[in-house]
């Protein structure tokens, strides 16, 4: 069980990290904040940041998408008749140009030049995905090596997987659990992660796309991420203050029913309401566990903790992570918006170089870019792994200790 008090030793400088941006970030997050601003237009909340380069997409309350690189004048905006309330945005791995985008009736694939100069690429730039019974859609994930992508809806019990190449998809049927909210595909390729809107989730292998089901839980999983190399998931459950964890230590690819994997989650972190005195006074901290967020080196996690009117603020936590030799999670501080704010999606920056950085969208529209500087420990990194094939036709550390989360495996 850890201790929320081991936070106070590092709670200023994590409190108020806007102290040690430097001077590039700062002046990306102004050149956003400033069009926002003066466009009078408030964020929809929705984020991407590319996965090789510093460029990121971000979804306007008009459905529309601008395209930002601090190395270019050009932002380009992406809008489409088809592109309605828009959910999930994700760029498309070893890939500089593709941008999918989960739309209320369709899957948009953008395709936008990175050479370009156009500011208002035409509509003939996107692909068009749909699927009958398939909509909303609510979640994107491609591949790590990018040929597939995998869309959900939470209105549809299929999960589809696109090879986006053919514009062509595999629903995979599954009963129980209702539509699909949540997918998040492990760096090494080798699981996705499915969550439904019941107490419910699945974890997919990808060769034989073969599922773990897992049942046993009191509330639906609200938000999930991978170790980098695929060994291990965190994930929250709906109403509750902890972290769980699932450990694979299978070879990646085997189907599940073969492969020996986890039986049982384990609780990592307790984050239950306490107070901390604080040289500015007590403060509570702690509670329901929103979402999550893991660094792609492996070495902090990010933790959104929800807020209460009676006066907790909602915050996030922030924790050290060791994934090998042996698993750690050590908690190190906190980041928090301005009165009033609350995060509605955070997410690291993949290309940062000094250690970690974490966008944050707060509910007032705004972005802000919170560096982590550190010396990496030199974890594994994510490998490009075989392609997967397209599949065929504290505060209450007692209450959880005798809890038990069991799978059934499902061919």
């Known amino acids: 069980v850890l201790a929320l008090l081991r936070w106070v030793s590092s709670f200023h400088s994590s409190l108020f990290p806007h102290l040690t941006v430097s001077v590039p970030v700062c002046r990306f997050t102004w050149l956003i904040l400033r069009q926002f601003q003066s466009n009078n237009t408030e964020l929809a909340g929705v984020f991407a940041w590319h996965p090789h380069t510093q460029k990121c997409a971000v979804a306007l309350s008009d459905d529309s998408i601008k395209i930002y690189n601090p190395k270019s004048a050009t932002t380009p905006t992406l809008k489409h008749r088809l592109q309605r309330s828009v959910a999930a945005l994700q760029w498309k791995p070893l890939c500089a140009s593709a941008l999918a985008v989960a739309c209320h009736n369709c899957l948009l694939v953008w395709h936008v030049d990175p050479t370009s100069l156009s500011t208002r690429p035409s509509s003939g730039c996107a692909q068009?995905?749909?699927?009958?019974?398939?909509?909303p859609v609510t979640s994107v994930a491609w591949s790590p090596n990018g040929p597939l992508l995998v869309s959900a809806s939470p209105r549809d019990t299929a999960m589809l997987v696109w090879d986006?190449?053919?514009?062509?998809c595999v629903p995979l049927h599954r009963v129980g659990g209702g539509g699909v909210t949540y997918l998040s595909w492990s760096p090494d390729g080798s699981r996705v992660l499915a969550a439904t809107p019941s107490s419910l989730f699945r974890v997919w292998e990808t060769r034989m796309w073969t599922c773990e089901r897992w049942p046993s839980l009191k509330g639906r999983c609200q938000s999930g991420c991978w170790s980098p190399d695929g060994s291990r998931l965190l994930f929250s459950v709906q109403g509750e203050t902890v972290i769980y964890a699932l450990?694979?230590?299978?070879?990646?690819?085997m189907p599940l029913m073969m492969s020996g994997g986890p039986k049982a989650a384990t609780v990592v972190a307790d984050l239950s309401e306490t107070t901390l005195n604080t040289p500015d006074g007590d403060i509570m901290v702690g509670g329901e566990i929103q979402s999550l967020a893991w660094d792609?080196?492996?070495e902090r996690l990010a933790v959104h903790v929800k807020g209460q009117a009676s006066g907790r603020p909602a915050m996030i936590a922030v924790f050290k992570t060791q994934i090998s030799p042996a698993f750690k999670l050590l908690p190190c501080g906190f980041v928090q918006g301005e009165a009033g704010t609350e995060p509605r999606l955070m997410q690291f920056n993949p290309n940062?170089?000094?250690?970690?950085?974490?966008t944050v969208c707060w509910s007032n529209g705004k972005i802000t870019h919170v560096p982590f500087c550190f010396m990496s420990a030199g974890n594994p990194q994510p490998g490009l792994g075989g392609s997967p094939s397209l599949p065929l036709t504290q505060g209450r550390p007692a209450d959880y200790n005798n809890q038990t989360l069991y799978t059934e495996l499902i061919s």
């Open 128 to 135: 068009v995905l749909s699927h009958p019974g398939h909509s």
């Open 164 to 168: 986006v190449a053919v514009e062509s």
């Open 247 to 253: 450990t694979f230590t299978d070879n990646p690819g």
């Open 296 to 298: 792609p080196r492996g």
């Open 352 to 358: 940062y170089q000094h250690g970690a950085q974490l």
